[in-house]
């Protein structure tokens, strides 16, 4: 029993399956079927079969120690109750209309907390949109399609089912993927700090990214994160003025976001300011390593763009070394009159020798961080051989921000695939070095 | 002769051309070959024809009045005295190695000057990446693929040849376009003060996109900015702190953010702080009415990114008015027994009334703008039709930020056809509500 059984459930009861399309049971059942283990749609006024599985009666009917719960709330009680009865270990309620709502929500709320205890139940929810596991092939939401989503490093943890489904498709959309992504609603018995244990030792997860509203018990969350040894990175969404908008939605408690990132300063917690933000950090600090310091190199094959990453990364508290004798000597001889040498070092245009600089720079012991930036050129491409090799020799972050044509896709992804984050705006490339640098914590 | 050679000019000289691929002479040629009148490869050292184009011996031989100069910064000086002989009015230089690098490339750009003065020559440059004017077919720039660019209601003048170009193809990737682009590197004798006015008058352009790094006349900067009818929206990059980067690459003098921003506030100019942000209030700007006001009608089918977006425009100024009483009494009985129906109106999921909750809030008087978010299900689709009705009958700006599978993506485009302009992610619809408020200009 426990936050467990989401990961490796022995059968899956989704109650109040349904065979007409459109309707939330008919949307979860679409979703479950990629699970390779037992699936019961129970619904007792519902026959024959949906998506080739038979209609049961009831949960008791079943063997299944997981239950998505597609009914509304008034009946979410009596329902859990069977579940425990049946000895289901953990179960996803996705109707809204709890303690987000009024005070009979509160006390409806209040029973399924209740149950979970008496059963010692886990329950994902009430008010969420469910939880993604892309290599277990689990889908334990009714938001169609979220089946295209697919594996990835980065584990997400979003207060808001719906701020998890958007990041998860906007990863998809990247063609990036998830560990996992769960969303926690009303968080009955399931929150943050139930999840981040977990996750920090999924050997999926190489980073774990949170959107938090609020949370009732905040040090036990501080705590976890204090604990984790998987980087953490986290969108506080919120503000004290919409404080009745917010508890409206999952009843979260009004904090701010000075409360979070004052406590978890040096811990090692990355605070960012956007969903975009959000993902891009996770990525960076799930695919690089942990850099030494804050000593950034950035190569530029146009100035401009160049410009702009390094006041960005200038206002985020990045050091610009110069290059060691060794190096400058290397990159001024690659670079024969070429307008800027040092770093930020600007090749005026993408050269055949683009490679080689990055590779000077990535080498020298006085940078610790390479941010390189450059608009494809069909003819020449990008200079994926030697970002390959520095890859497997050399052992700090190394990001690559992408500009041009469509063309520069395919290549992007293989540099994707060897380790080099790639970002599709200067501000991202940069704004992702400055979360690298966050990440670096006091006891590391 | 002046700036508008650059719009239509009669016959183009490409001087330095080459049949070499990769050479920026050849580079050059496959862009222009999409200009349909006269084209001129000057090349004394080549014979015969590239692309179909016959070598010239000299900018004499030709009736060009636009040149596109590919030679390196040396012969610049003599190359633009042939072109001044022979009457052309208006040159691209691309060449790097001017004022930006030493004493010697400032004496060449005095040179470039005094020759531009003496034959009433506009030169763009020198060290750009040149322009494109997508709905004339004119691609005066040597990056490959710059051609691929197609024609859309905003002009980008950036200061940094590489912005213009990379926030170009950005534009391409999310399926828009450019009305024109220029990038004006040294800006030896064209710059925004010269362009500004030519982009206003321009009917394909609906918005006006800077990138500024620093400009010696200020005063006309701000005065040329005072008084253009189109709609500005401006990035100031470039520290103080960059300053030897910064002058490296264009010779900008170093001027602050502050300067820009508090001398043309209320002035109706928008300033921004990123390329994203650029694009996007530029296109918010240029495809929806000017508002009448700062109030916001928030109407999302997830409550989370709801509050992400109602959050970023709580830090940015806006108001969220409440709805009138009888828009509210239509909200509540679309939306029976659902979260929260007061403005952020918050239903939930996606529903099939969605688009009529959007029609109420857009209807209401005390709704200035609509920022709409919804995750897209394949079985709801977008509500297409009502936002068209609305975007005819309903004289105010109303956003849409999309979210979920890639499918959405030919509805998206649907409703920017329309006038609806969607946005990927909730920070970027709202910073783009954002820009519409601060588009207000205080004489309005």
């Known amino acids: 029993m426990g936050v467990t059984d989401f990961f490796d459930p022995d059968g899956i009861a989704v109650i109040g399956a349904s065979k007409t399309p ?23 006024s519902s026959s024959g079969s949906v998506y080739g599985y038979e209609f049961v009666e009831s949960v008791a009917d079943t063997d299944a120690d997981l239950a998505l719960c597609c009914v509304p709330s008034p009946v979410v009680p009596d329902v859990l109750e069977e579940c425990g009865e049946a000895g289901v270990g953990a179960a996803v309620i996705f109707a809204g209309g709890f303690a987000e709502v009024d005070e009979d929500g509160q006390e409806l709320e209040a029973d399924v907390v209740r149950i979970g205890e008496e059963y010692d139940m886990t329950v994902l929810g009430p008010n969420t949109a469910g939880y993604c596991i892309p290599h277990l092939d689990l889908y334990g939401s009714f938001v169609p399609q979220i089946r295209e989503v697919e594996t990835g490093n980065v584990a997400l943890v979003a207060q808001s089912g719906g701020v998890g489904i958007t990041s998860s498709f906007q990863f998809d959309r990247e063609e990036y993927g998830v560990s996992a992504m769960f969303g926690l609603g009303n968080r009955a018995n399931t929150g943050f700090a139930e999840l981040i244990p977990v996750l920090d030792d999924d050997p999926q997860t190489d980073a774990i990214a949170l959107h938090i509203e609020g949370t009732e018990d905040i040090d036990a969350f501080f705590e976890v994160c204090r604990n984790a040894e998987t980087p953490i990175v986290a969108y506080k969404a ?33 605070f960012v300011d956007s969903v975009t933000e959000l993902l891009d950090a996770s990525r960076a600090i799930a695919d690089t390593p942990t850099p030494a310091g804050e000593h950034v190199g950035v190569v530029t094959a146009q100035a401009g763009p160049g410009i702009i990453i390094a006041d960005e990364l200038n206002e985020r508290g990045a050091v610009f070394p110069d290059l060691d004798d060794d190096t400058q000597a290397r990159v001024d001889d690659l670079l024969q009159g070429i307008t800027y040498t040092e770093n930020p070092v600007d090749t005026g245009r993408p050269l055949p020798e ?51 044509p469509d063309s520069f896709e395919e290549e992007r992804l293989e540099m994707e695939a060897f380790g080099i984050p790639t970002f599709q705006a200067p501000e991202r490339g940069a704004h992702a070095v400055a979360a690298l640098i966050d990440s670096i914590s006091d006891d590391a």
């Open 22 to 44: 459109g309707k939330l049971g008919n949307d979860a059942m679409t979703n479950i079927r990629s699970y390779d283990g037992d699936v019961y749609p129970v619904n007792p």
């Open 238 to 270: 919120g503000s004290e003025d919409l404080s009745e908008f917010v508890q409206s939605h999952t009843g979260a408690p009004i904090q701010d976001r000075a409360t979070y990132e004052e406590t978890l300063a040096g811990e090692g917690v990355v």
């Open 354 to 404: 683009f490679g080689q600089v990055i590779d000077a720079v990535a080498r020298d012991d006085n940078v610790d961080i390479v941010i390189v930036y450059e608009i494809y050129e069909d003819s020449l491409g990008y200079p994926v051989e030697e970002l390959e090799t520095l890859s497997e020799e050399v052992d700090k972050p190394i990001l690559f921000t992408v500009a041009g």
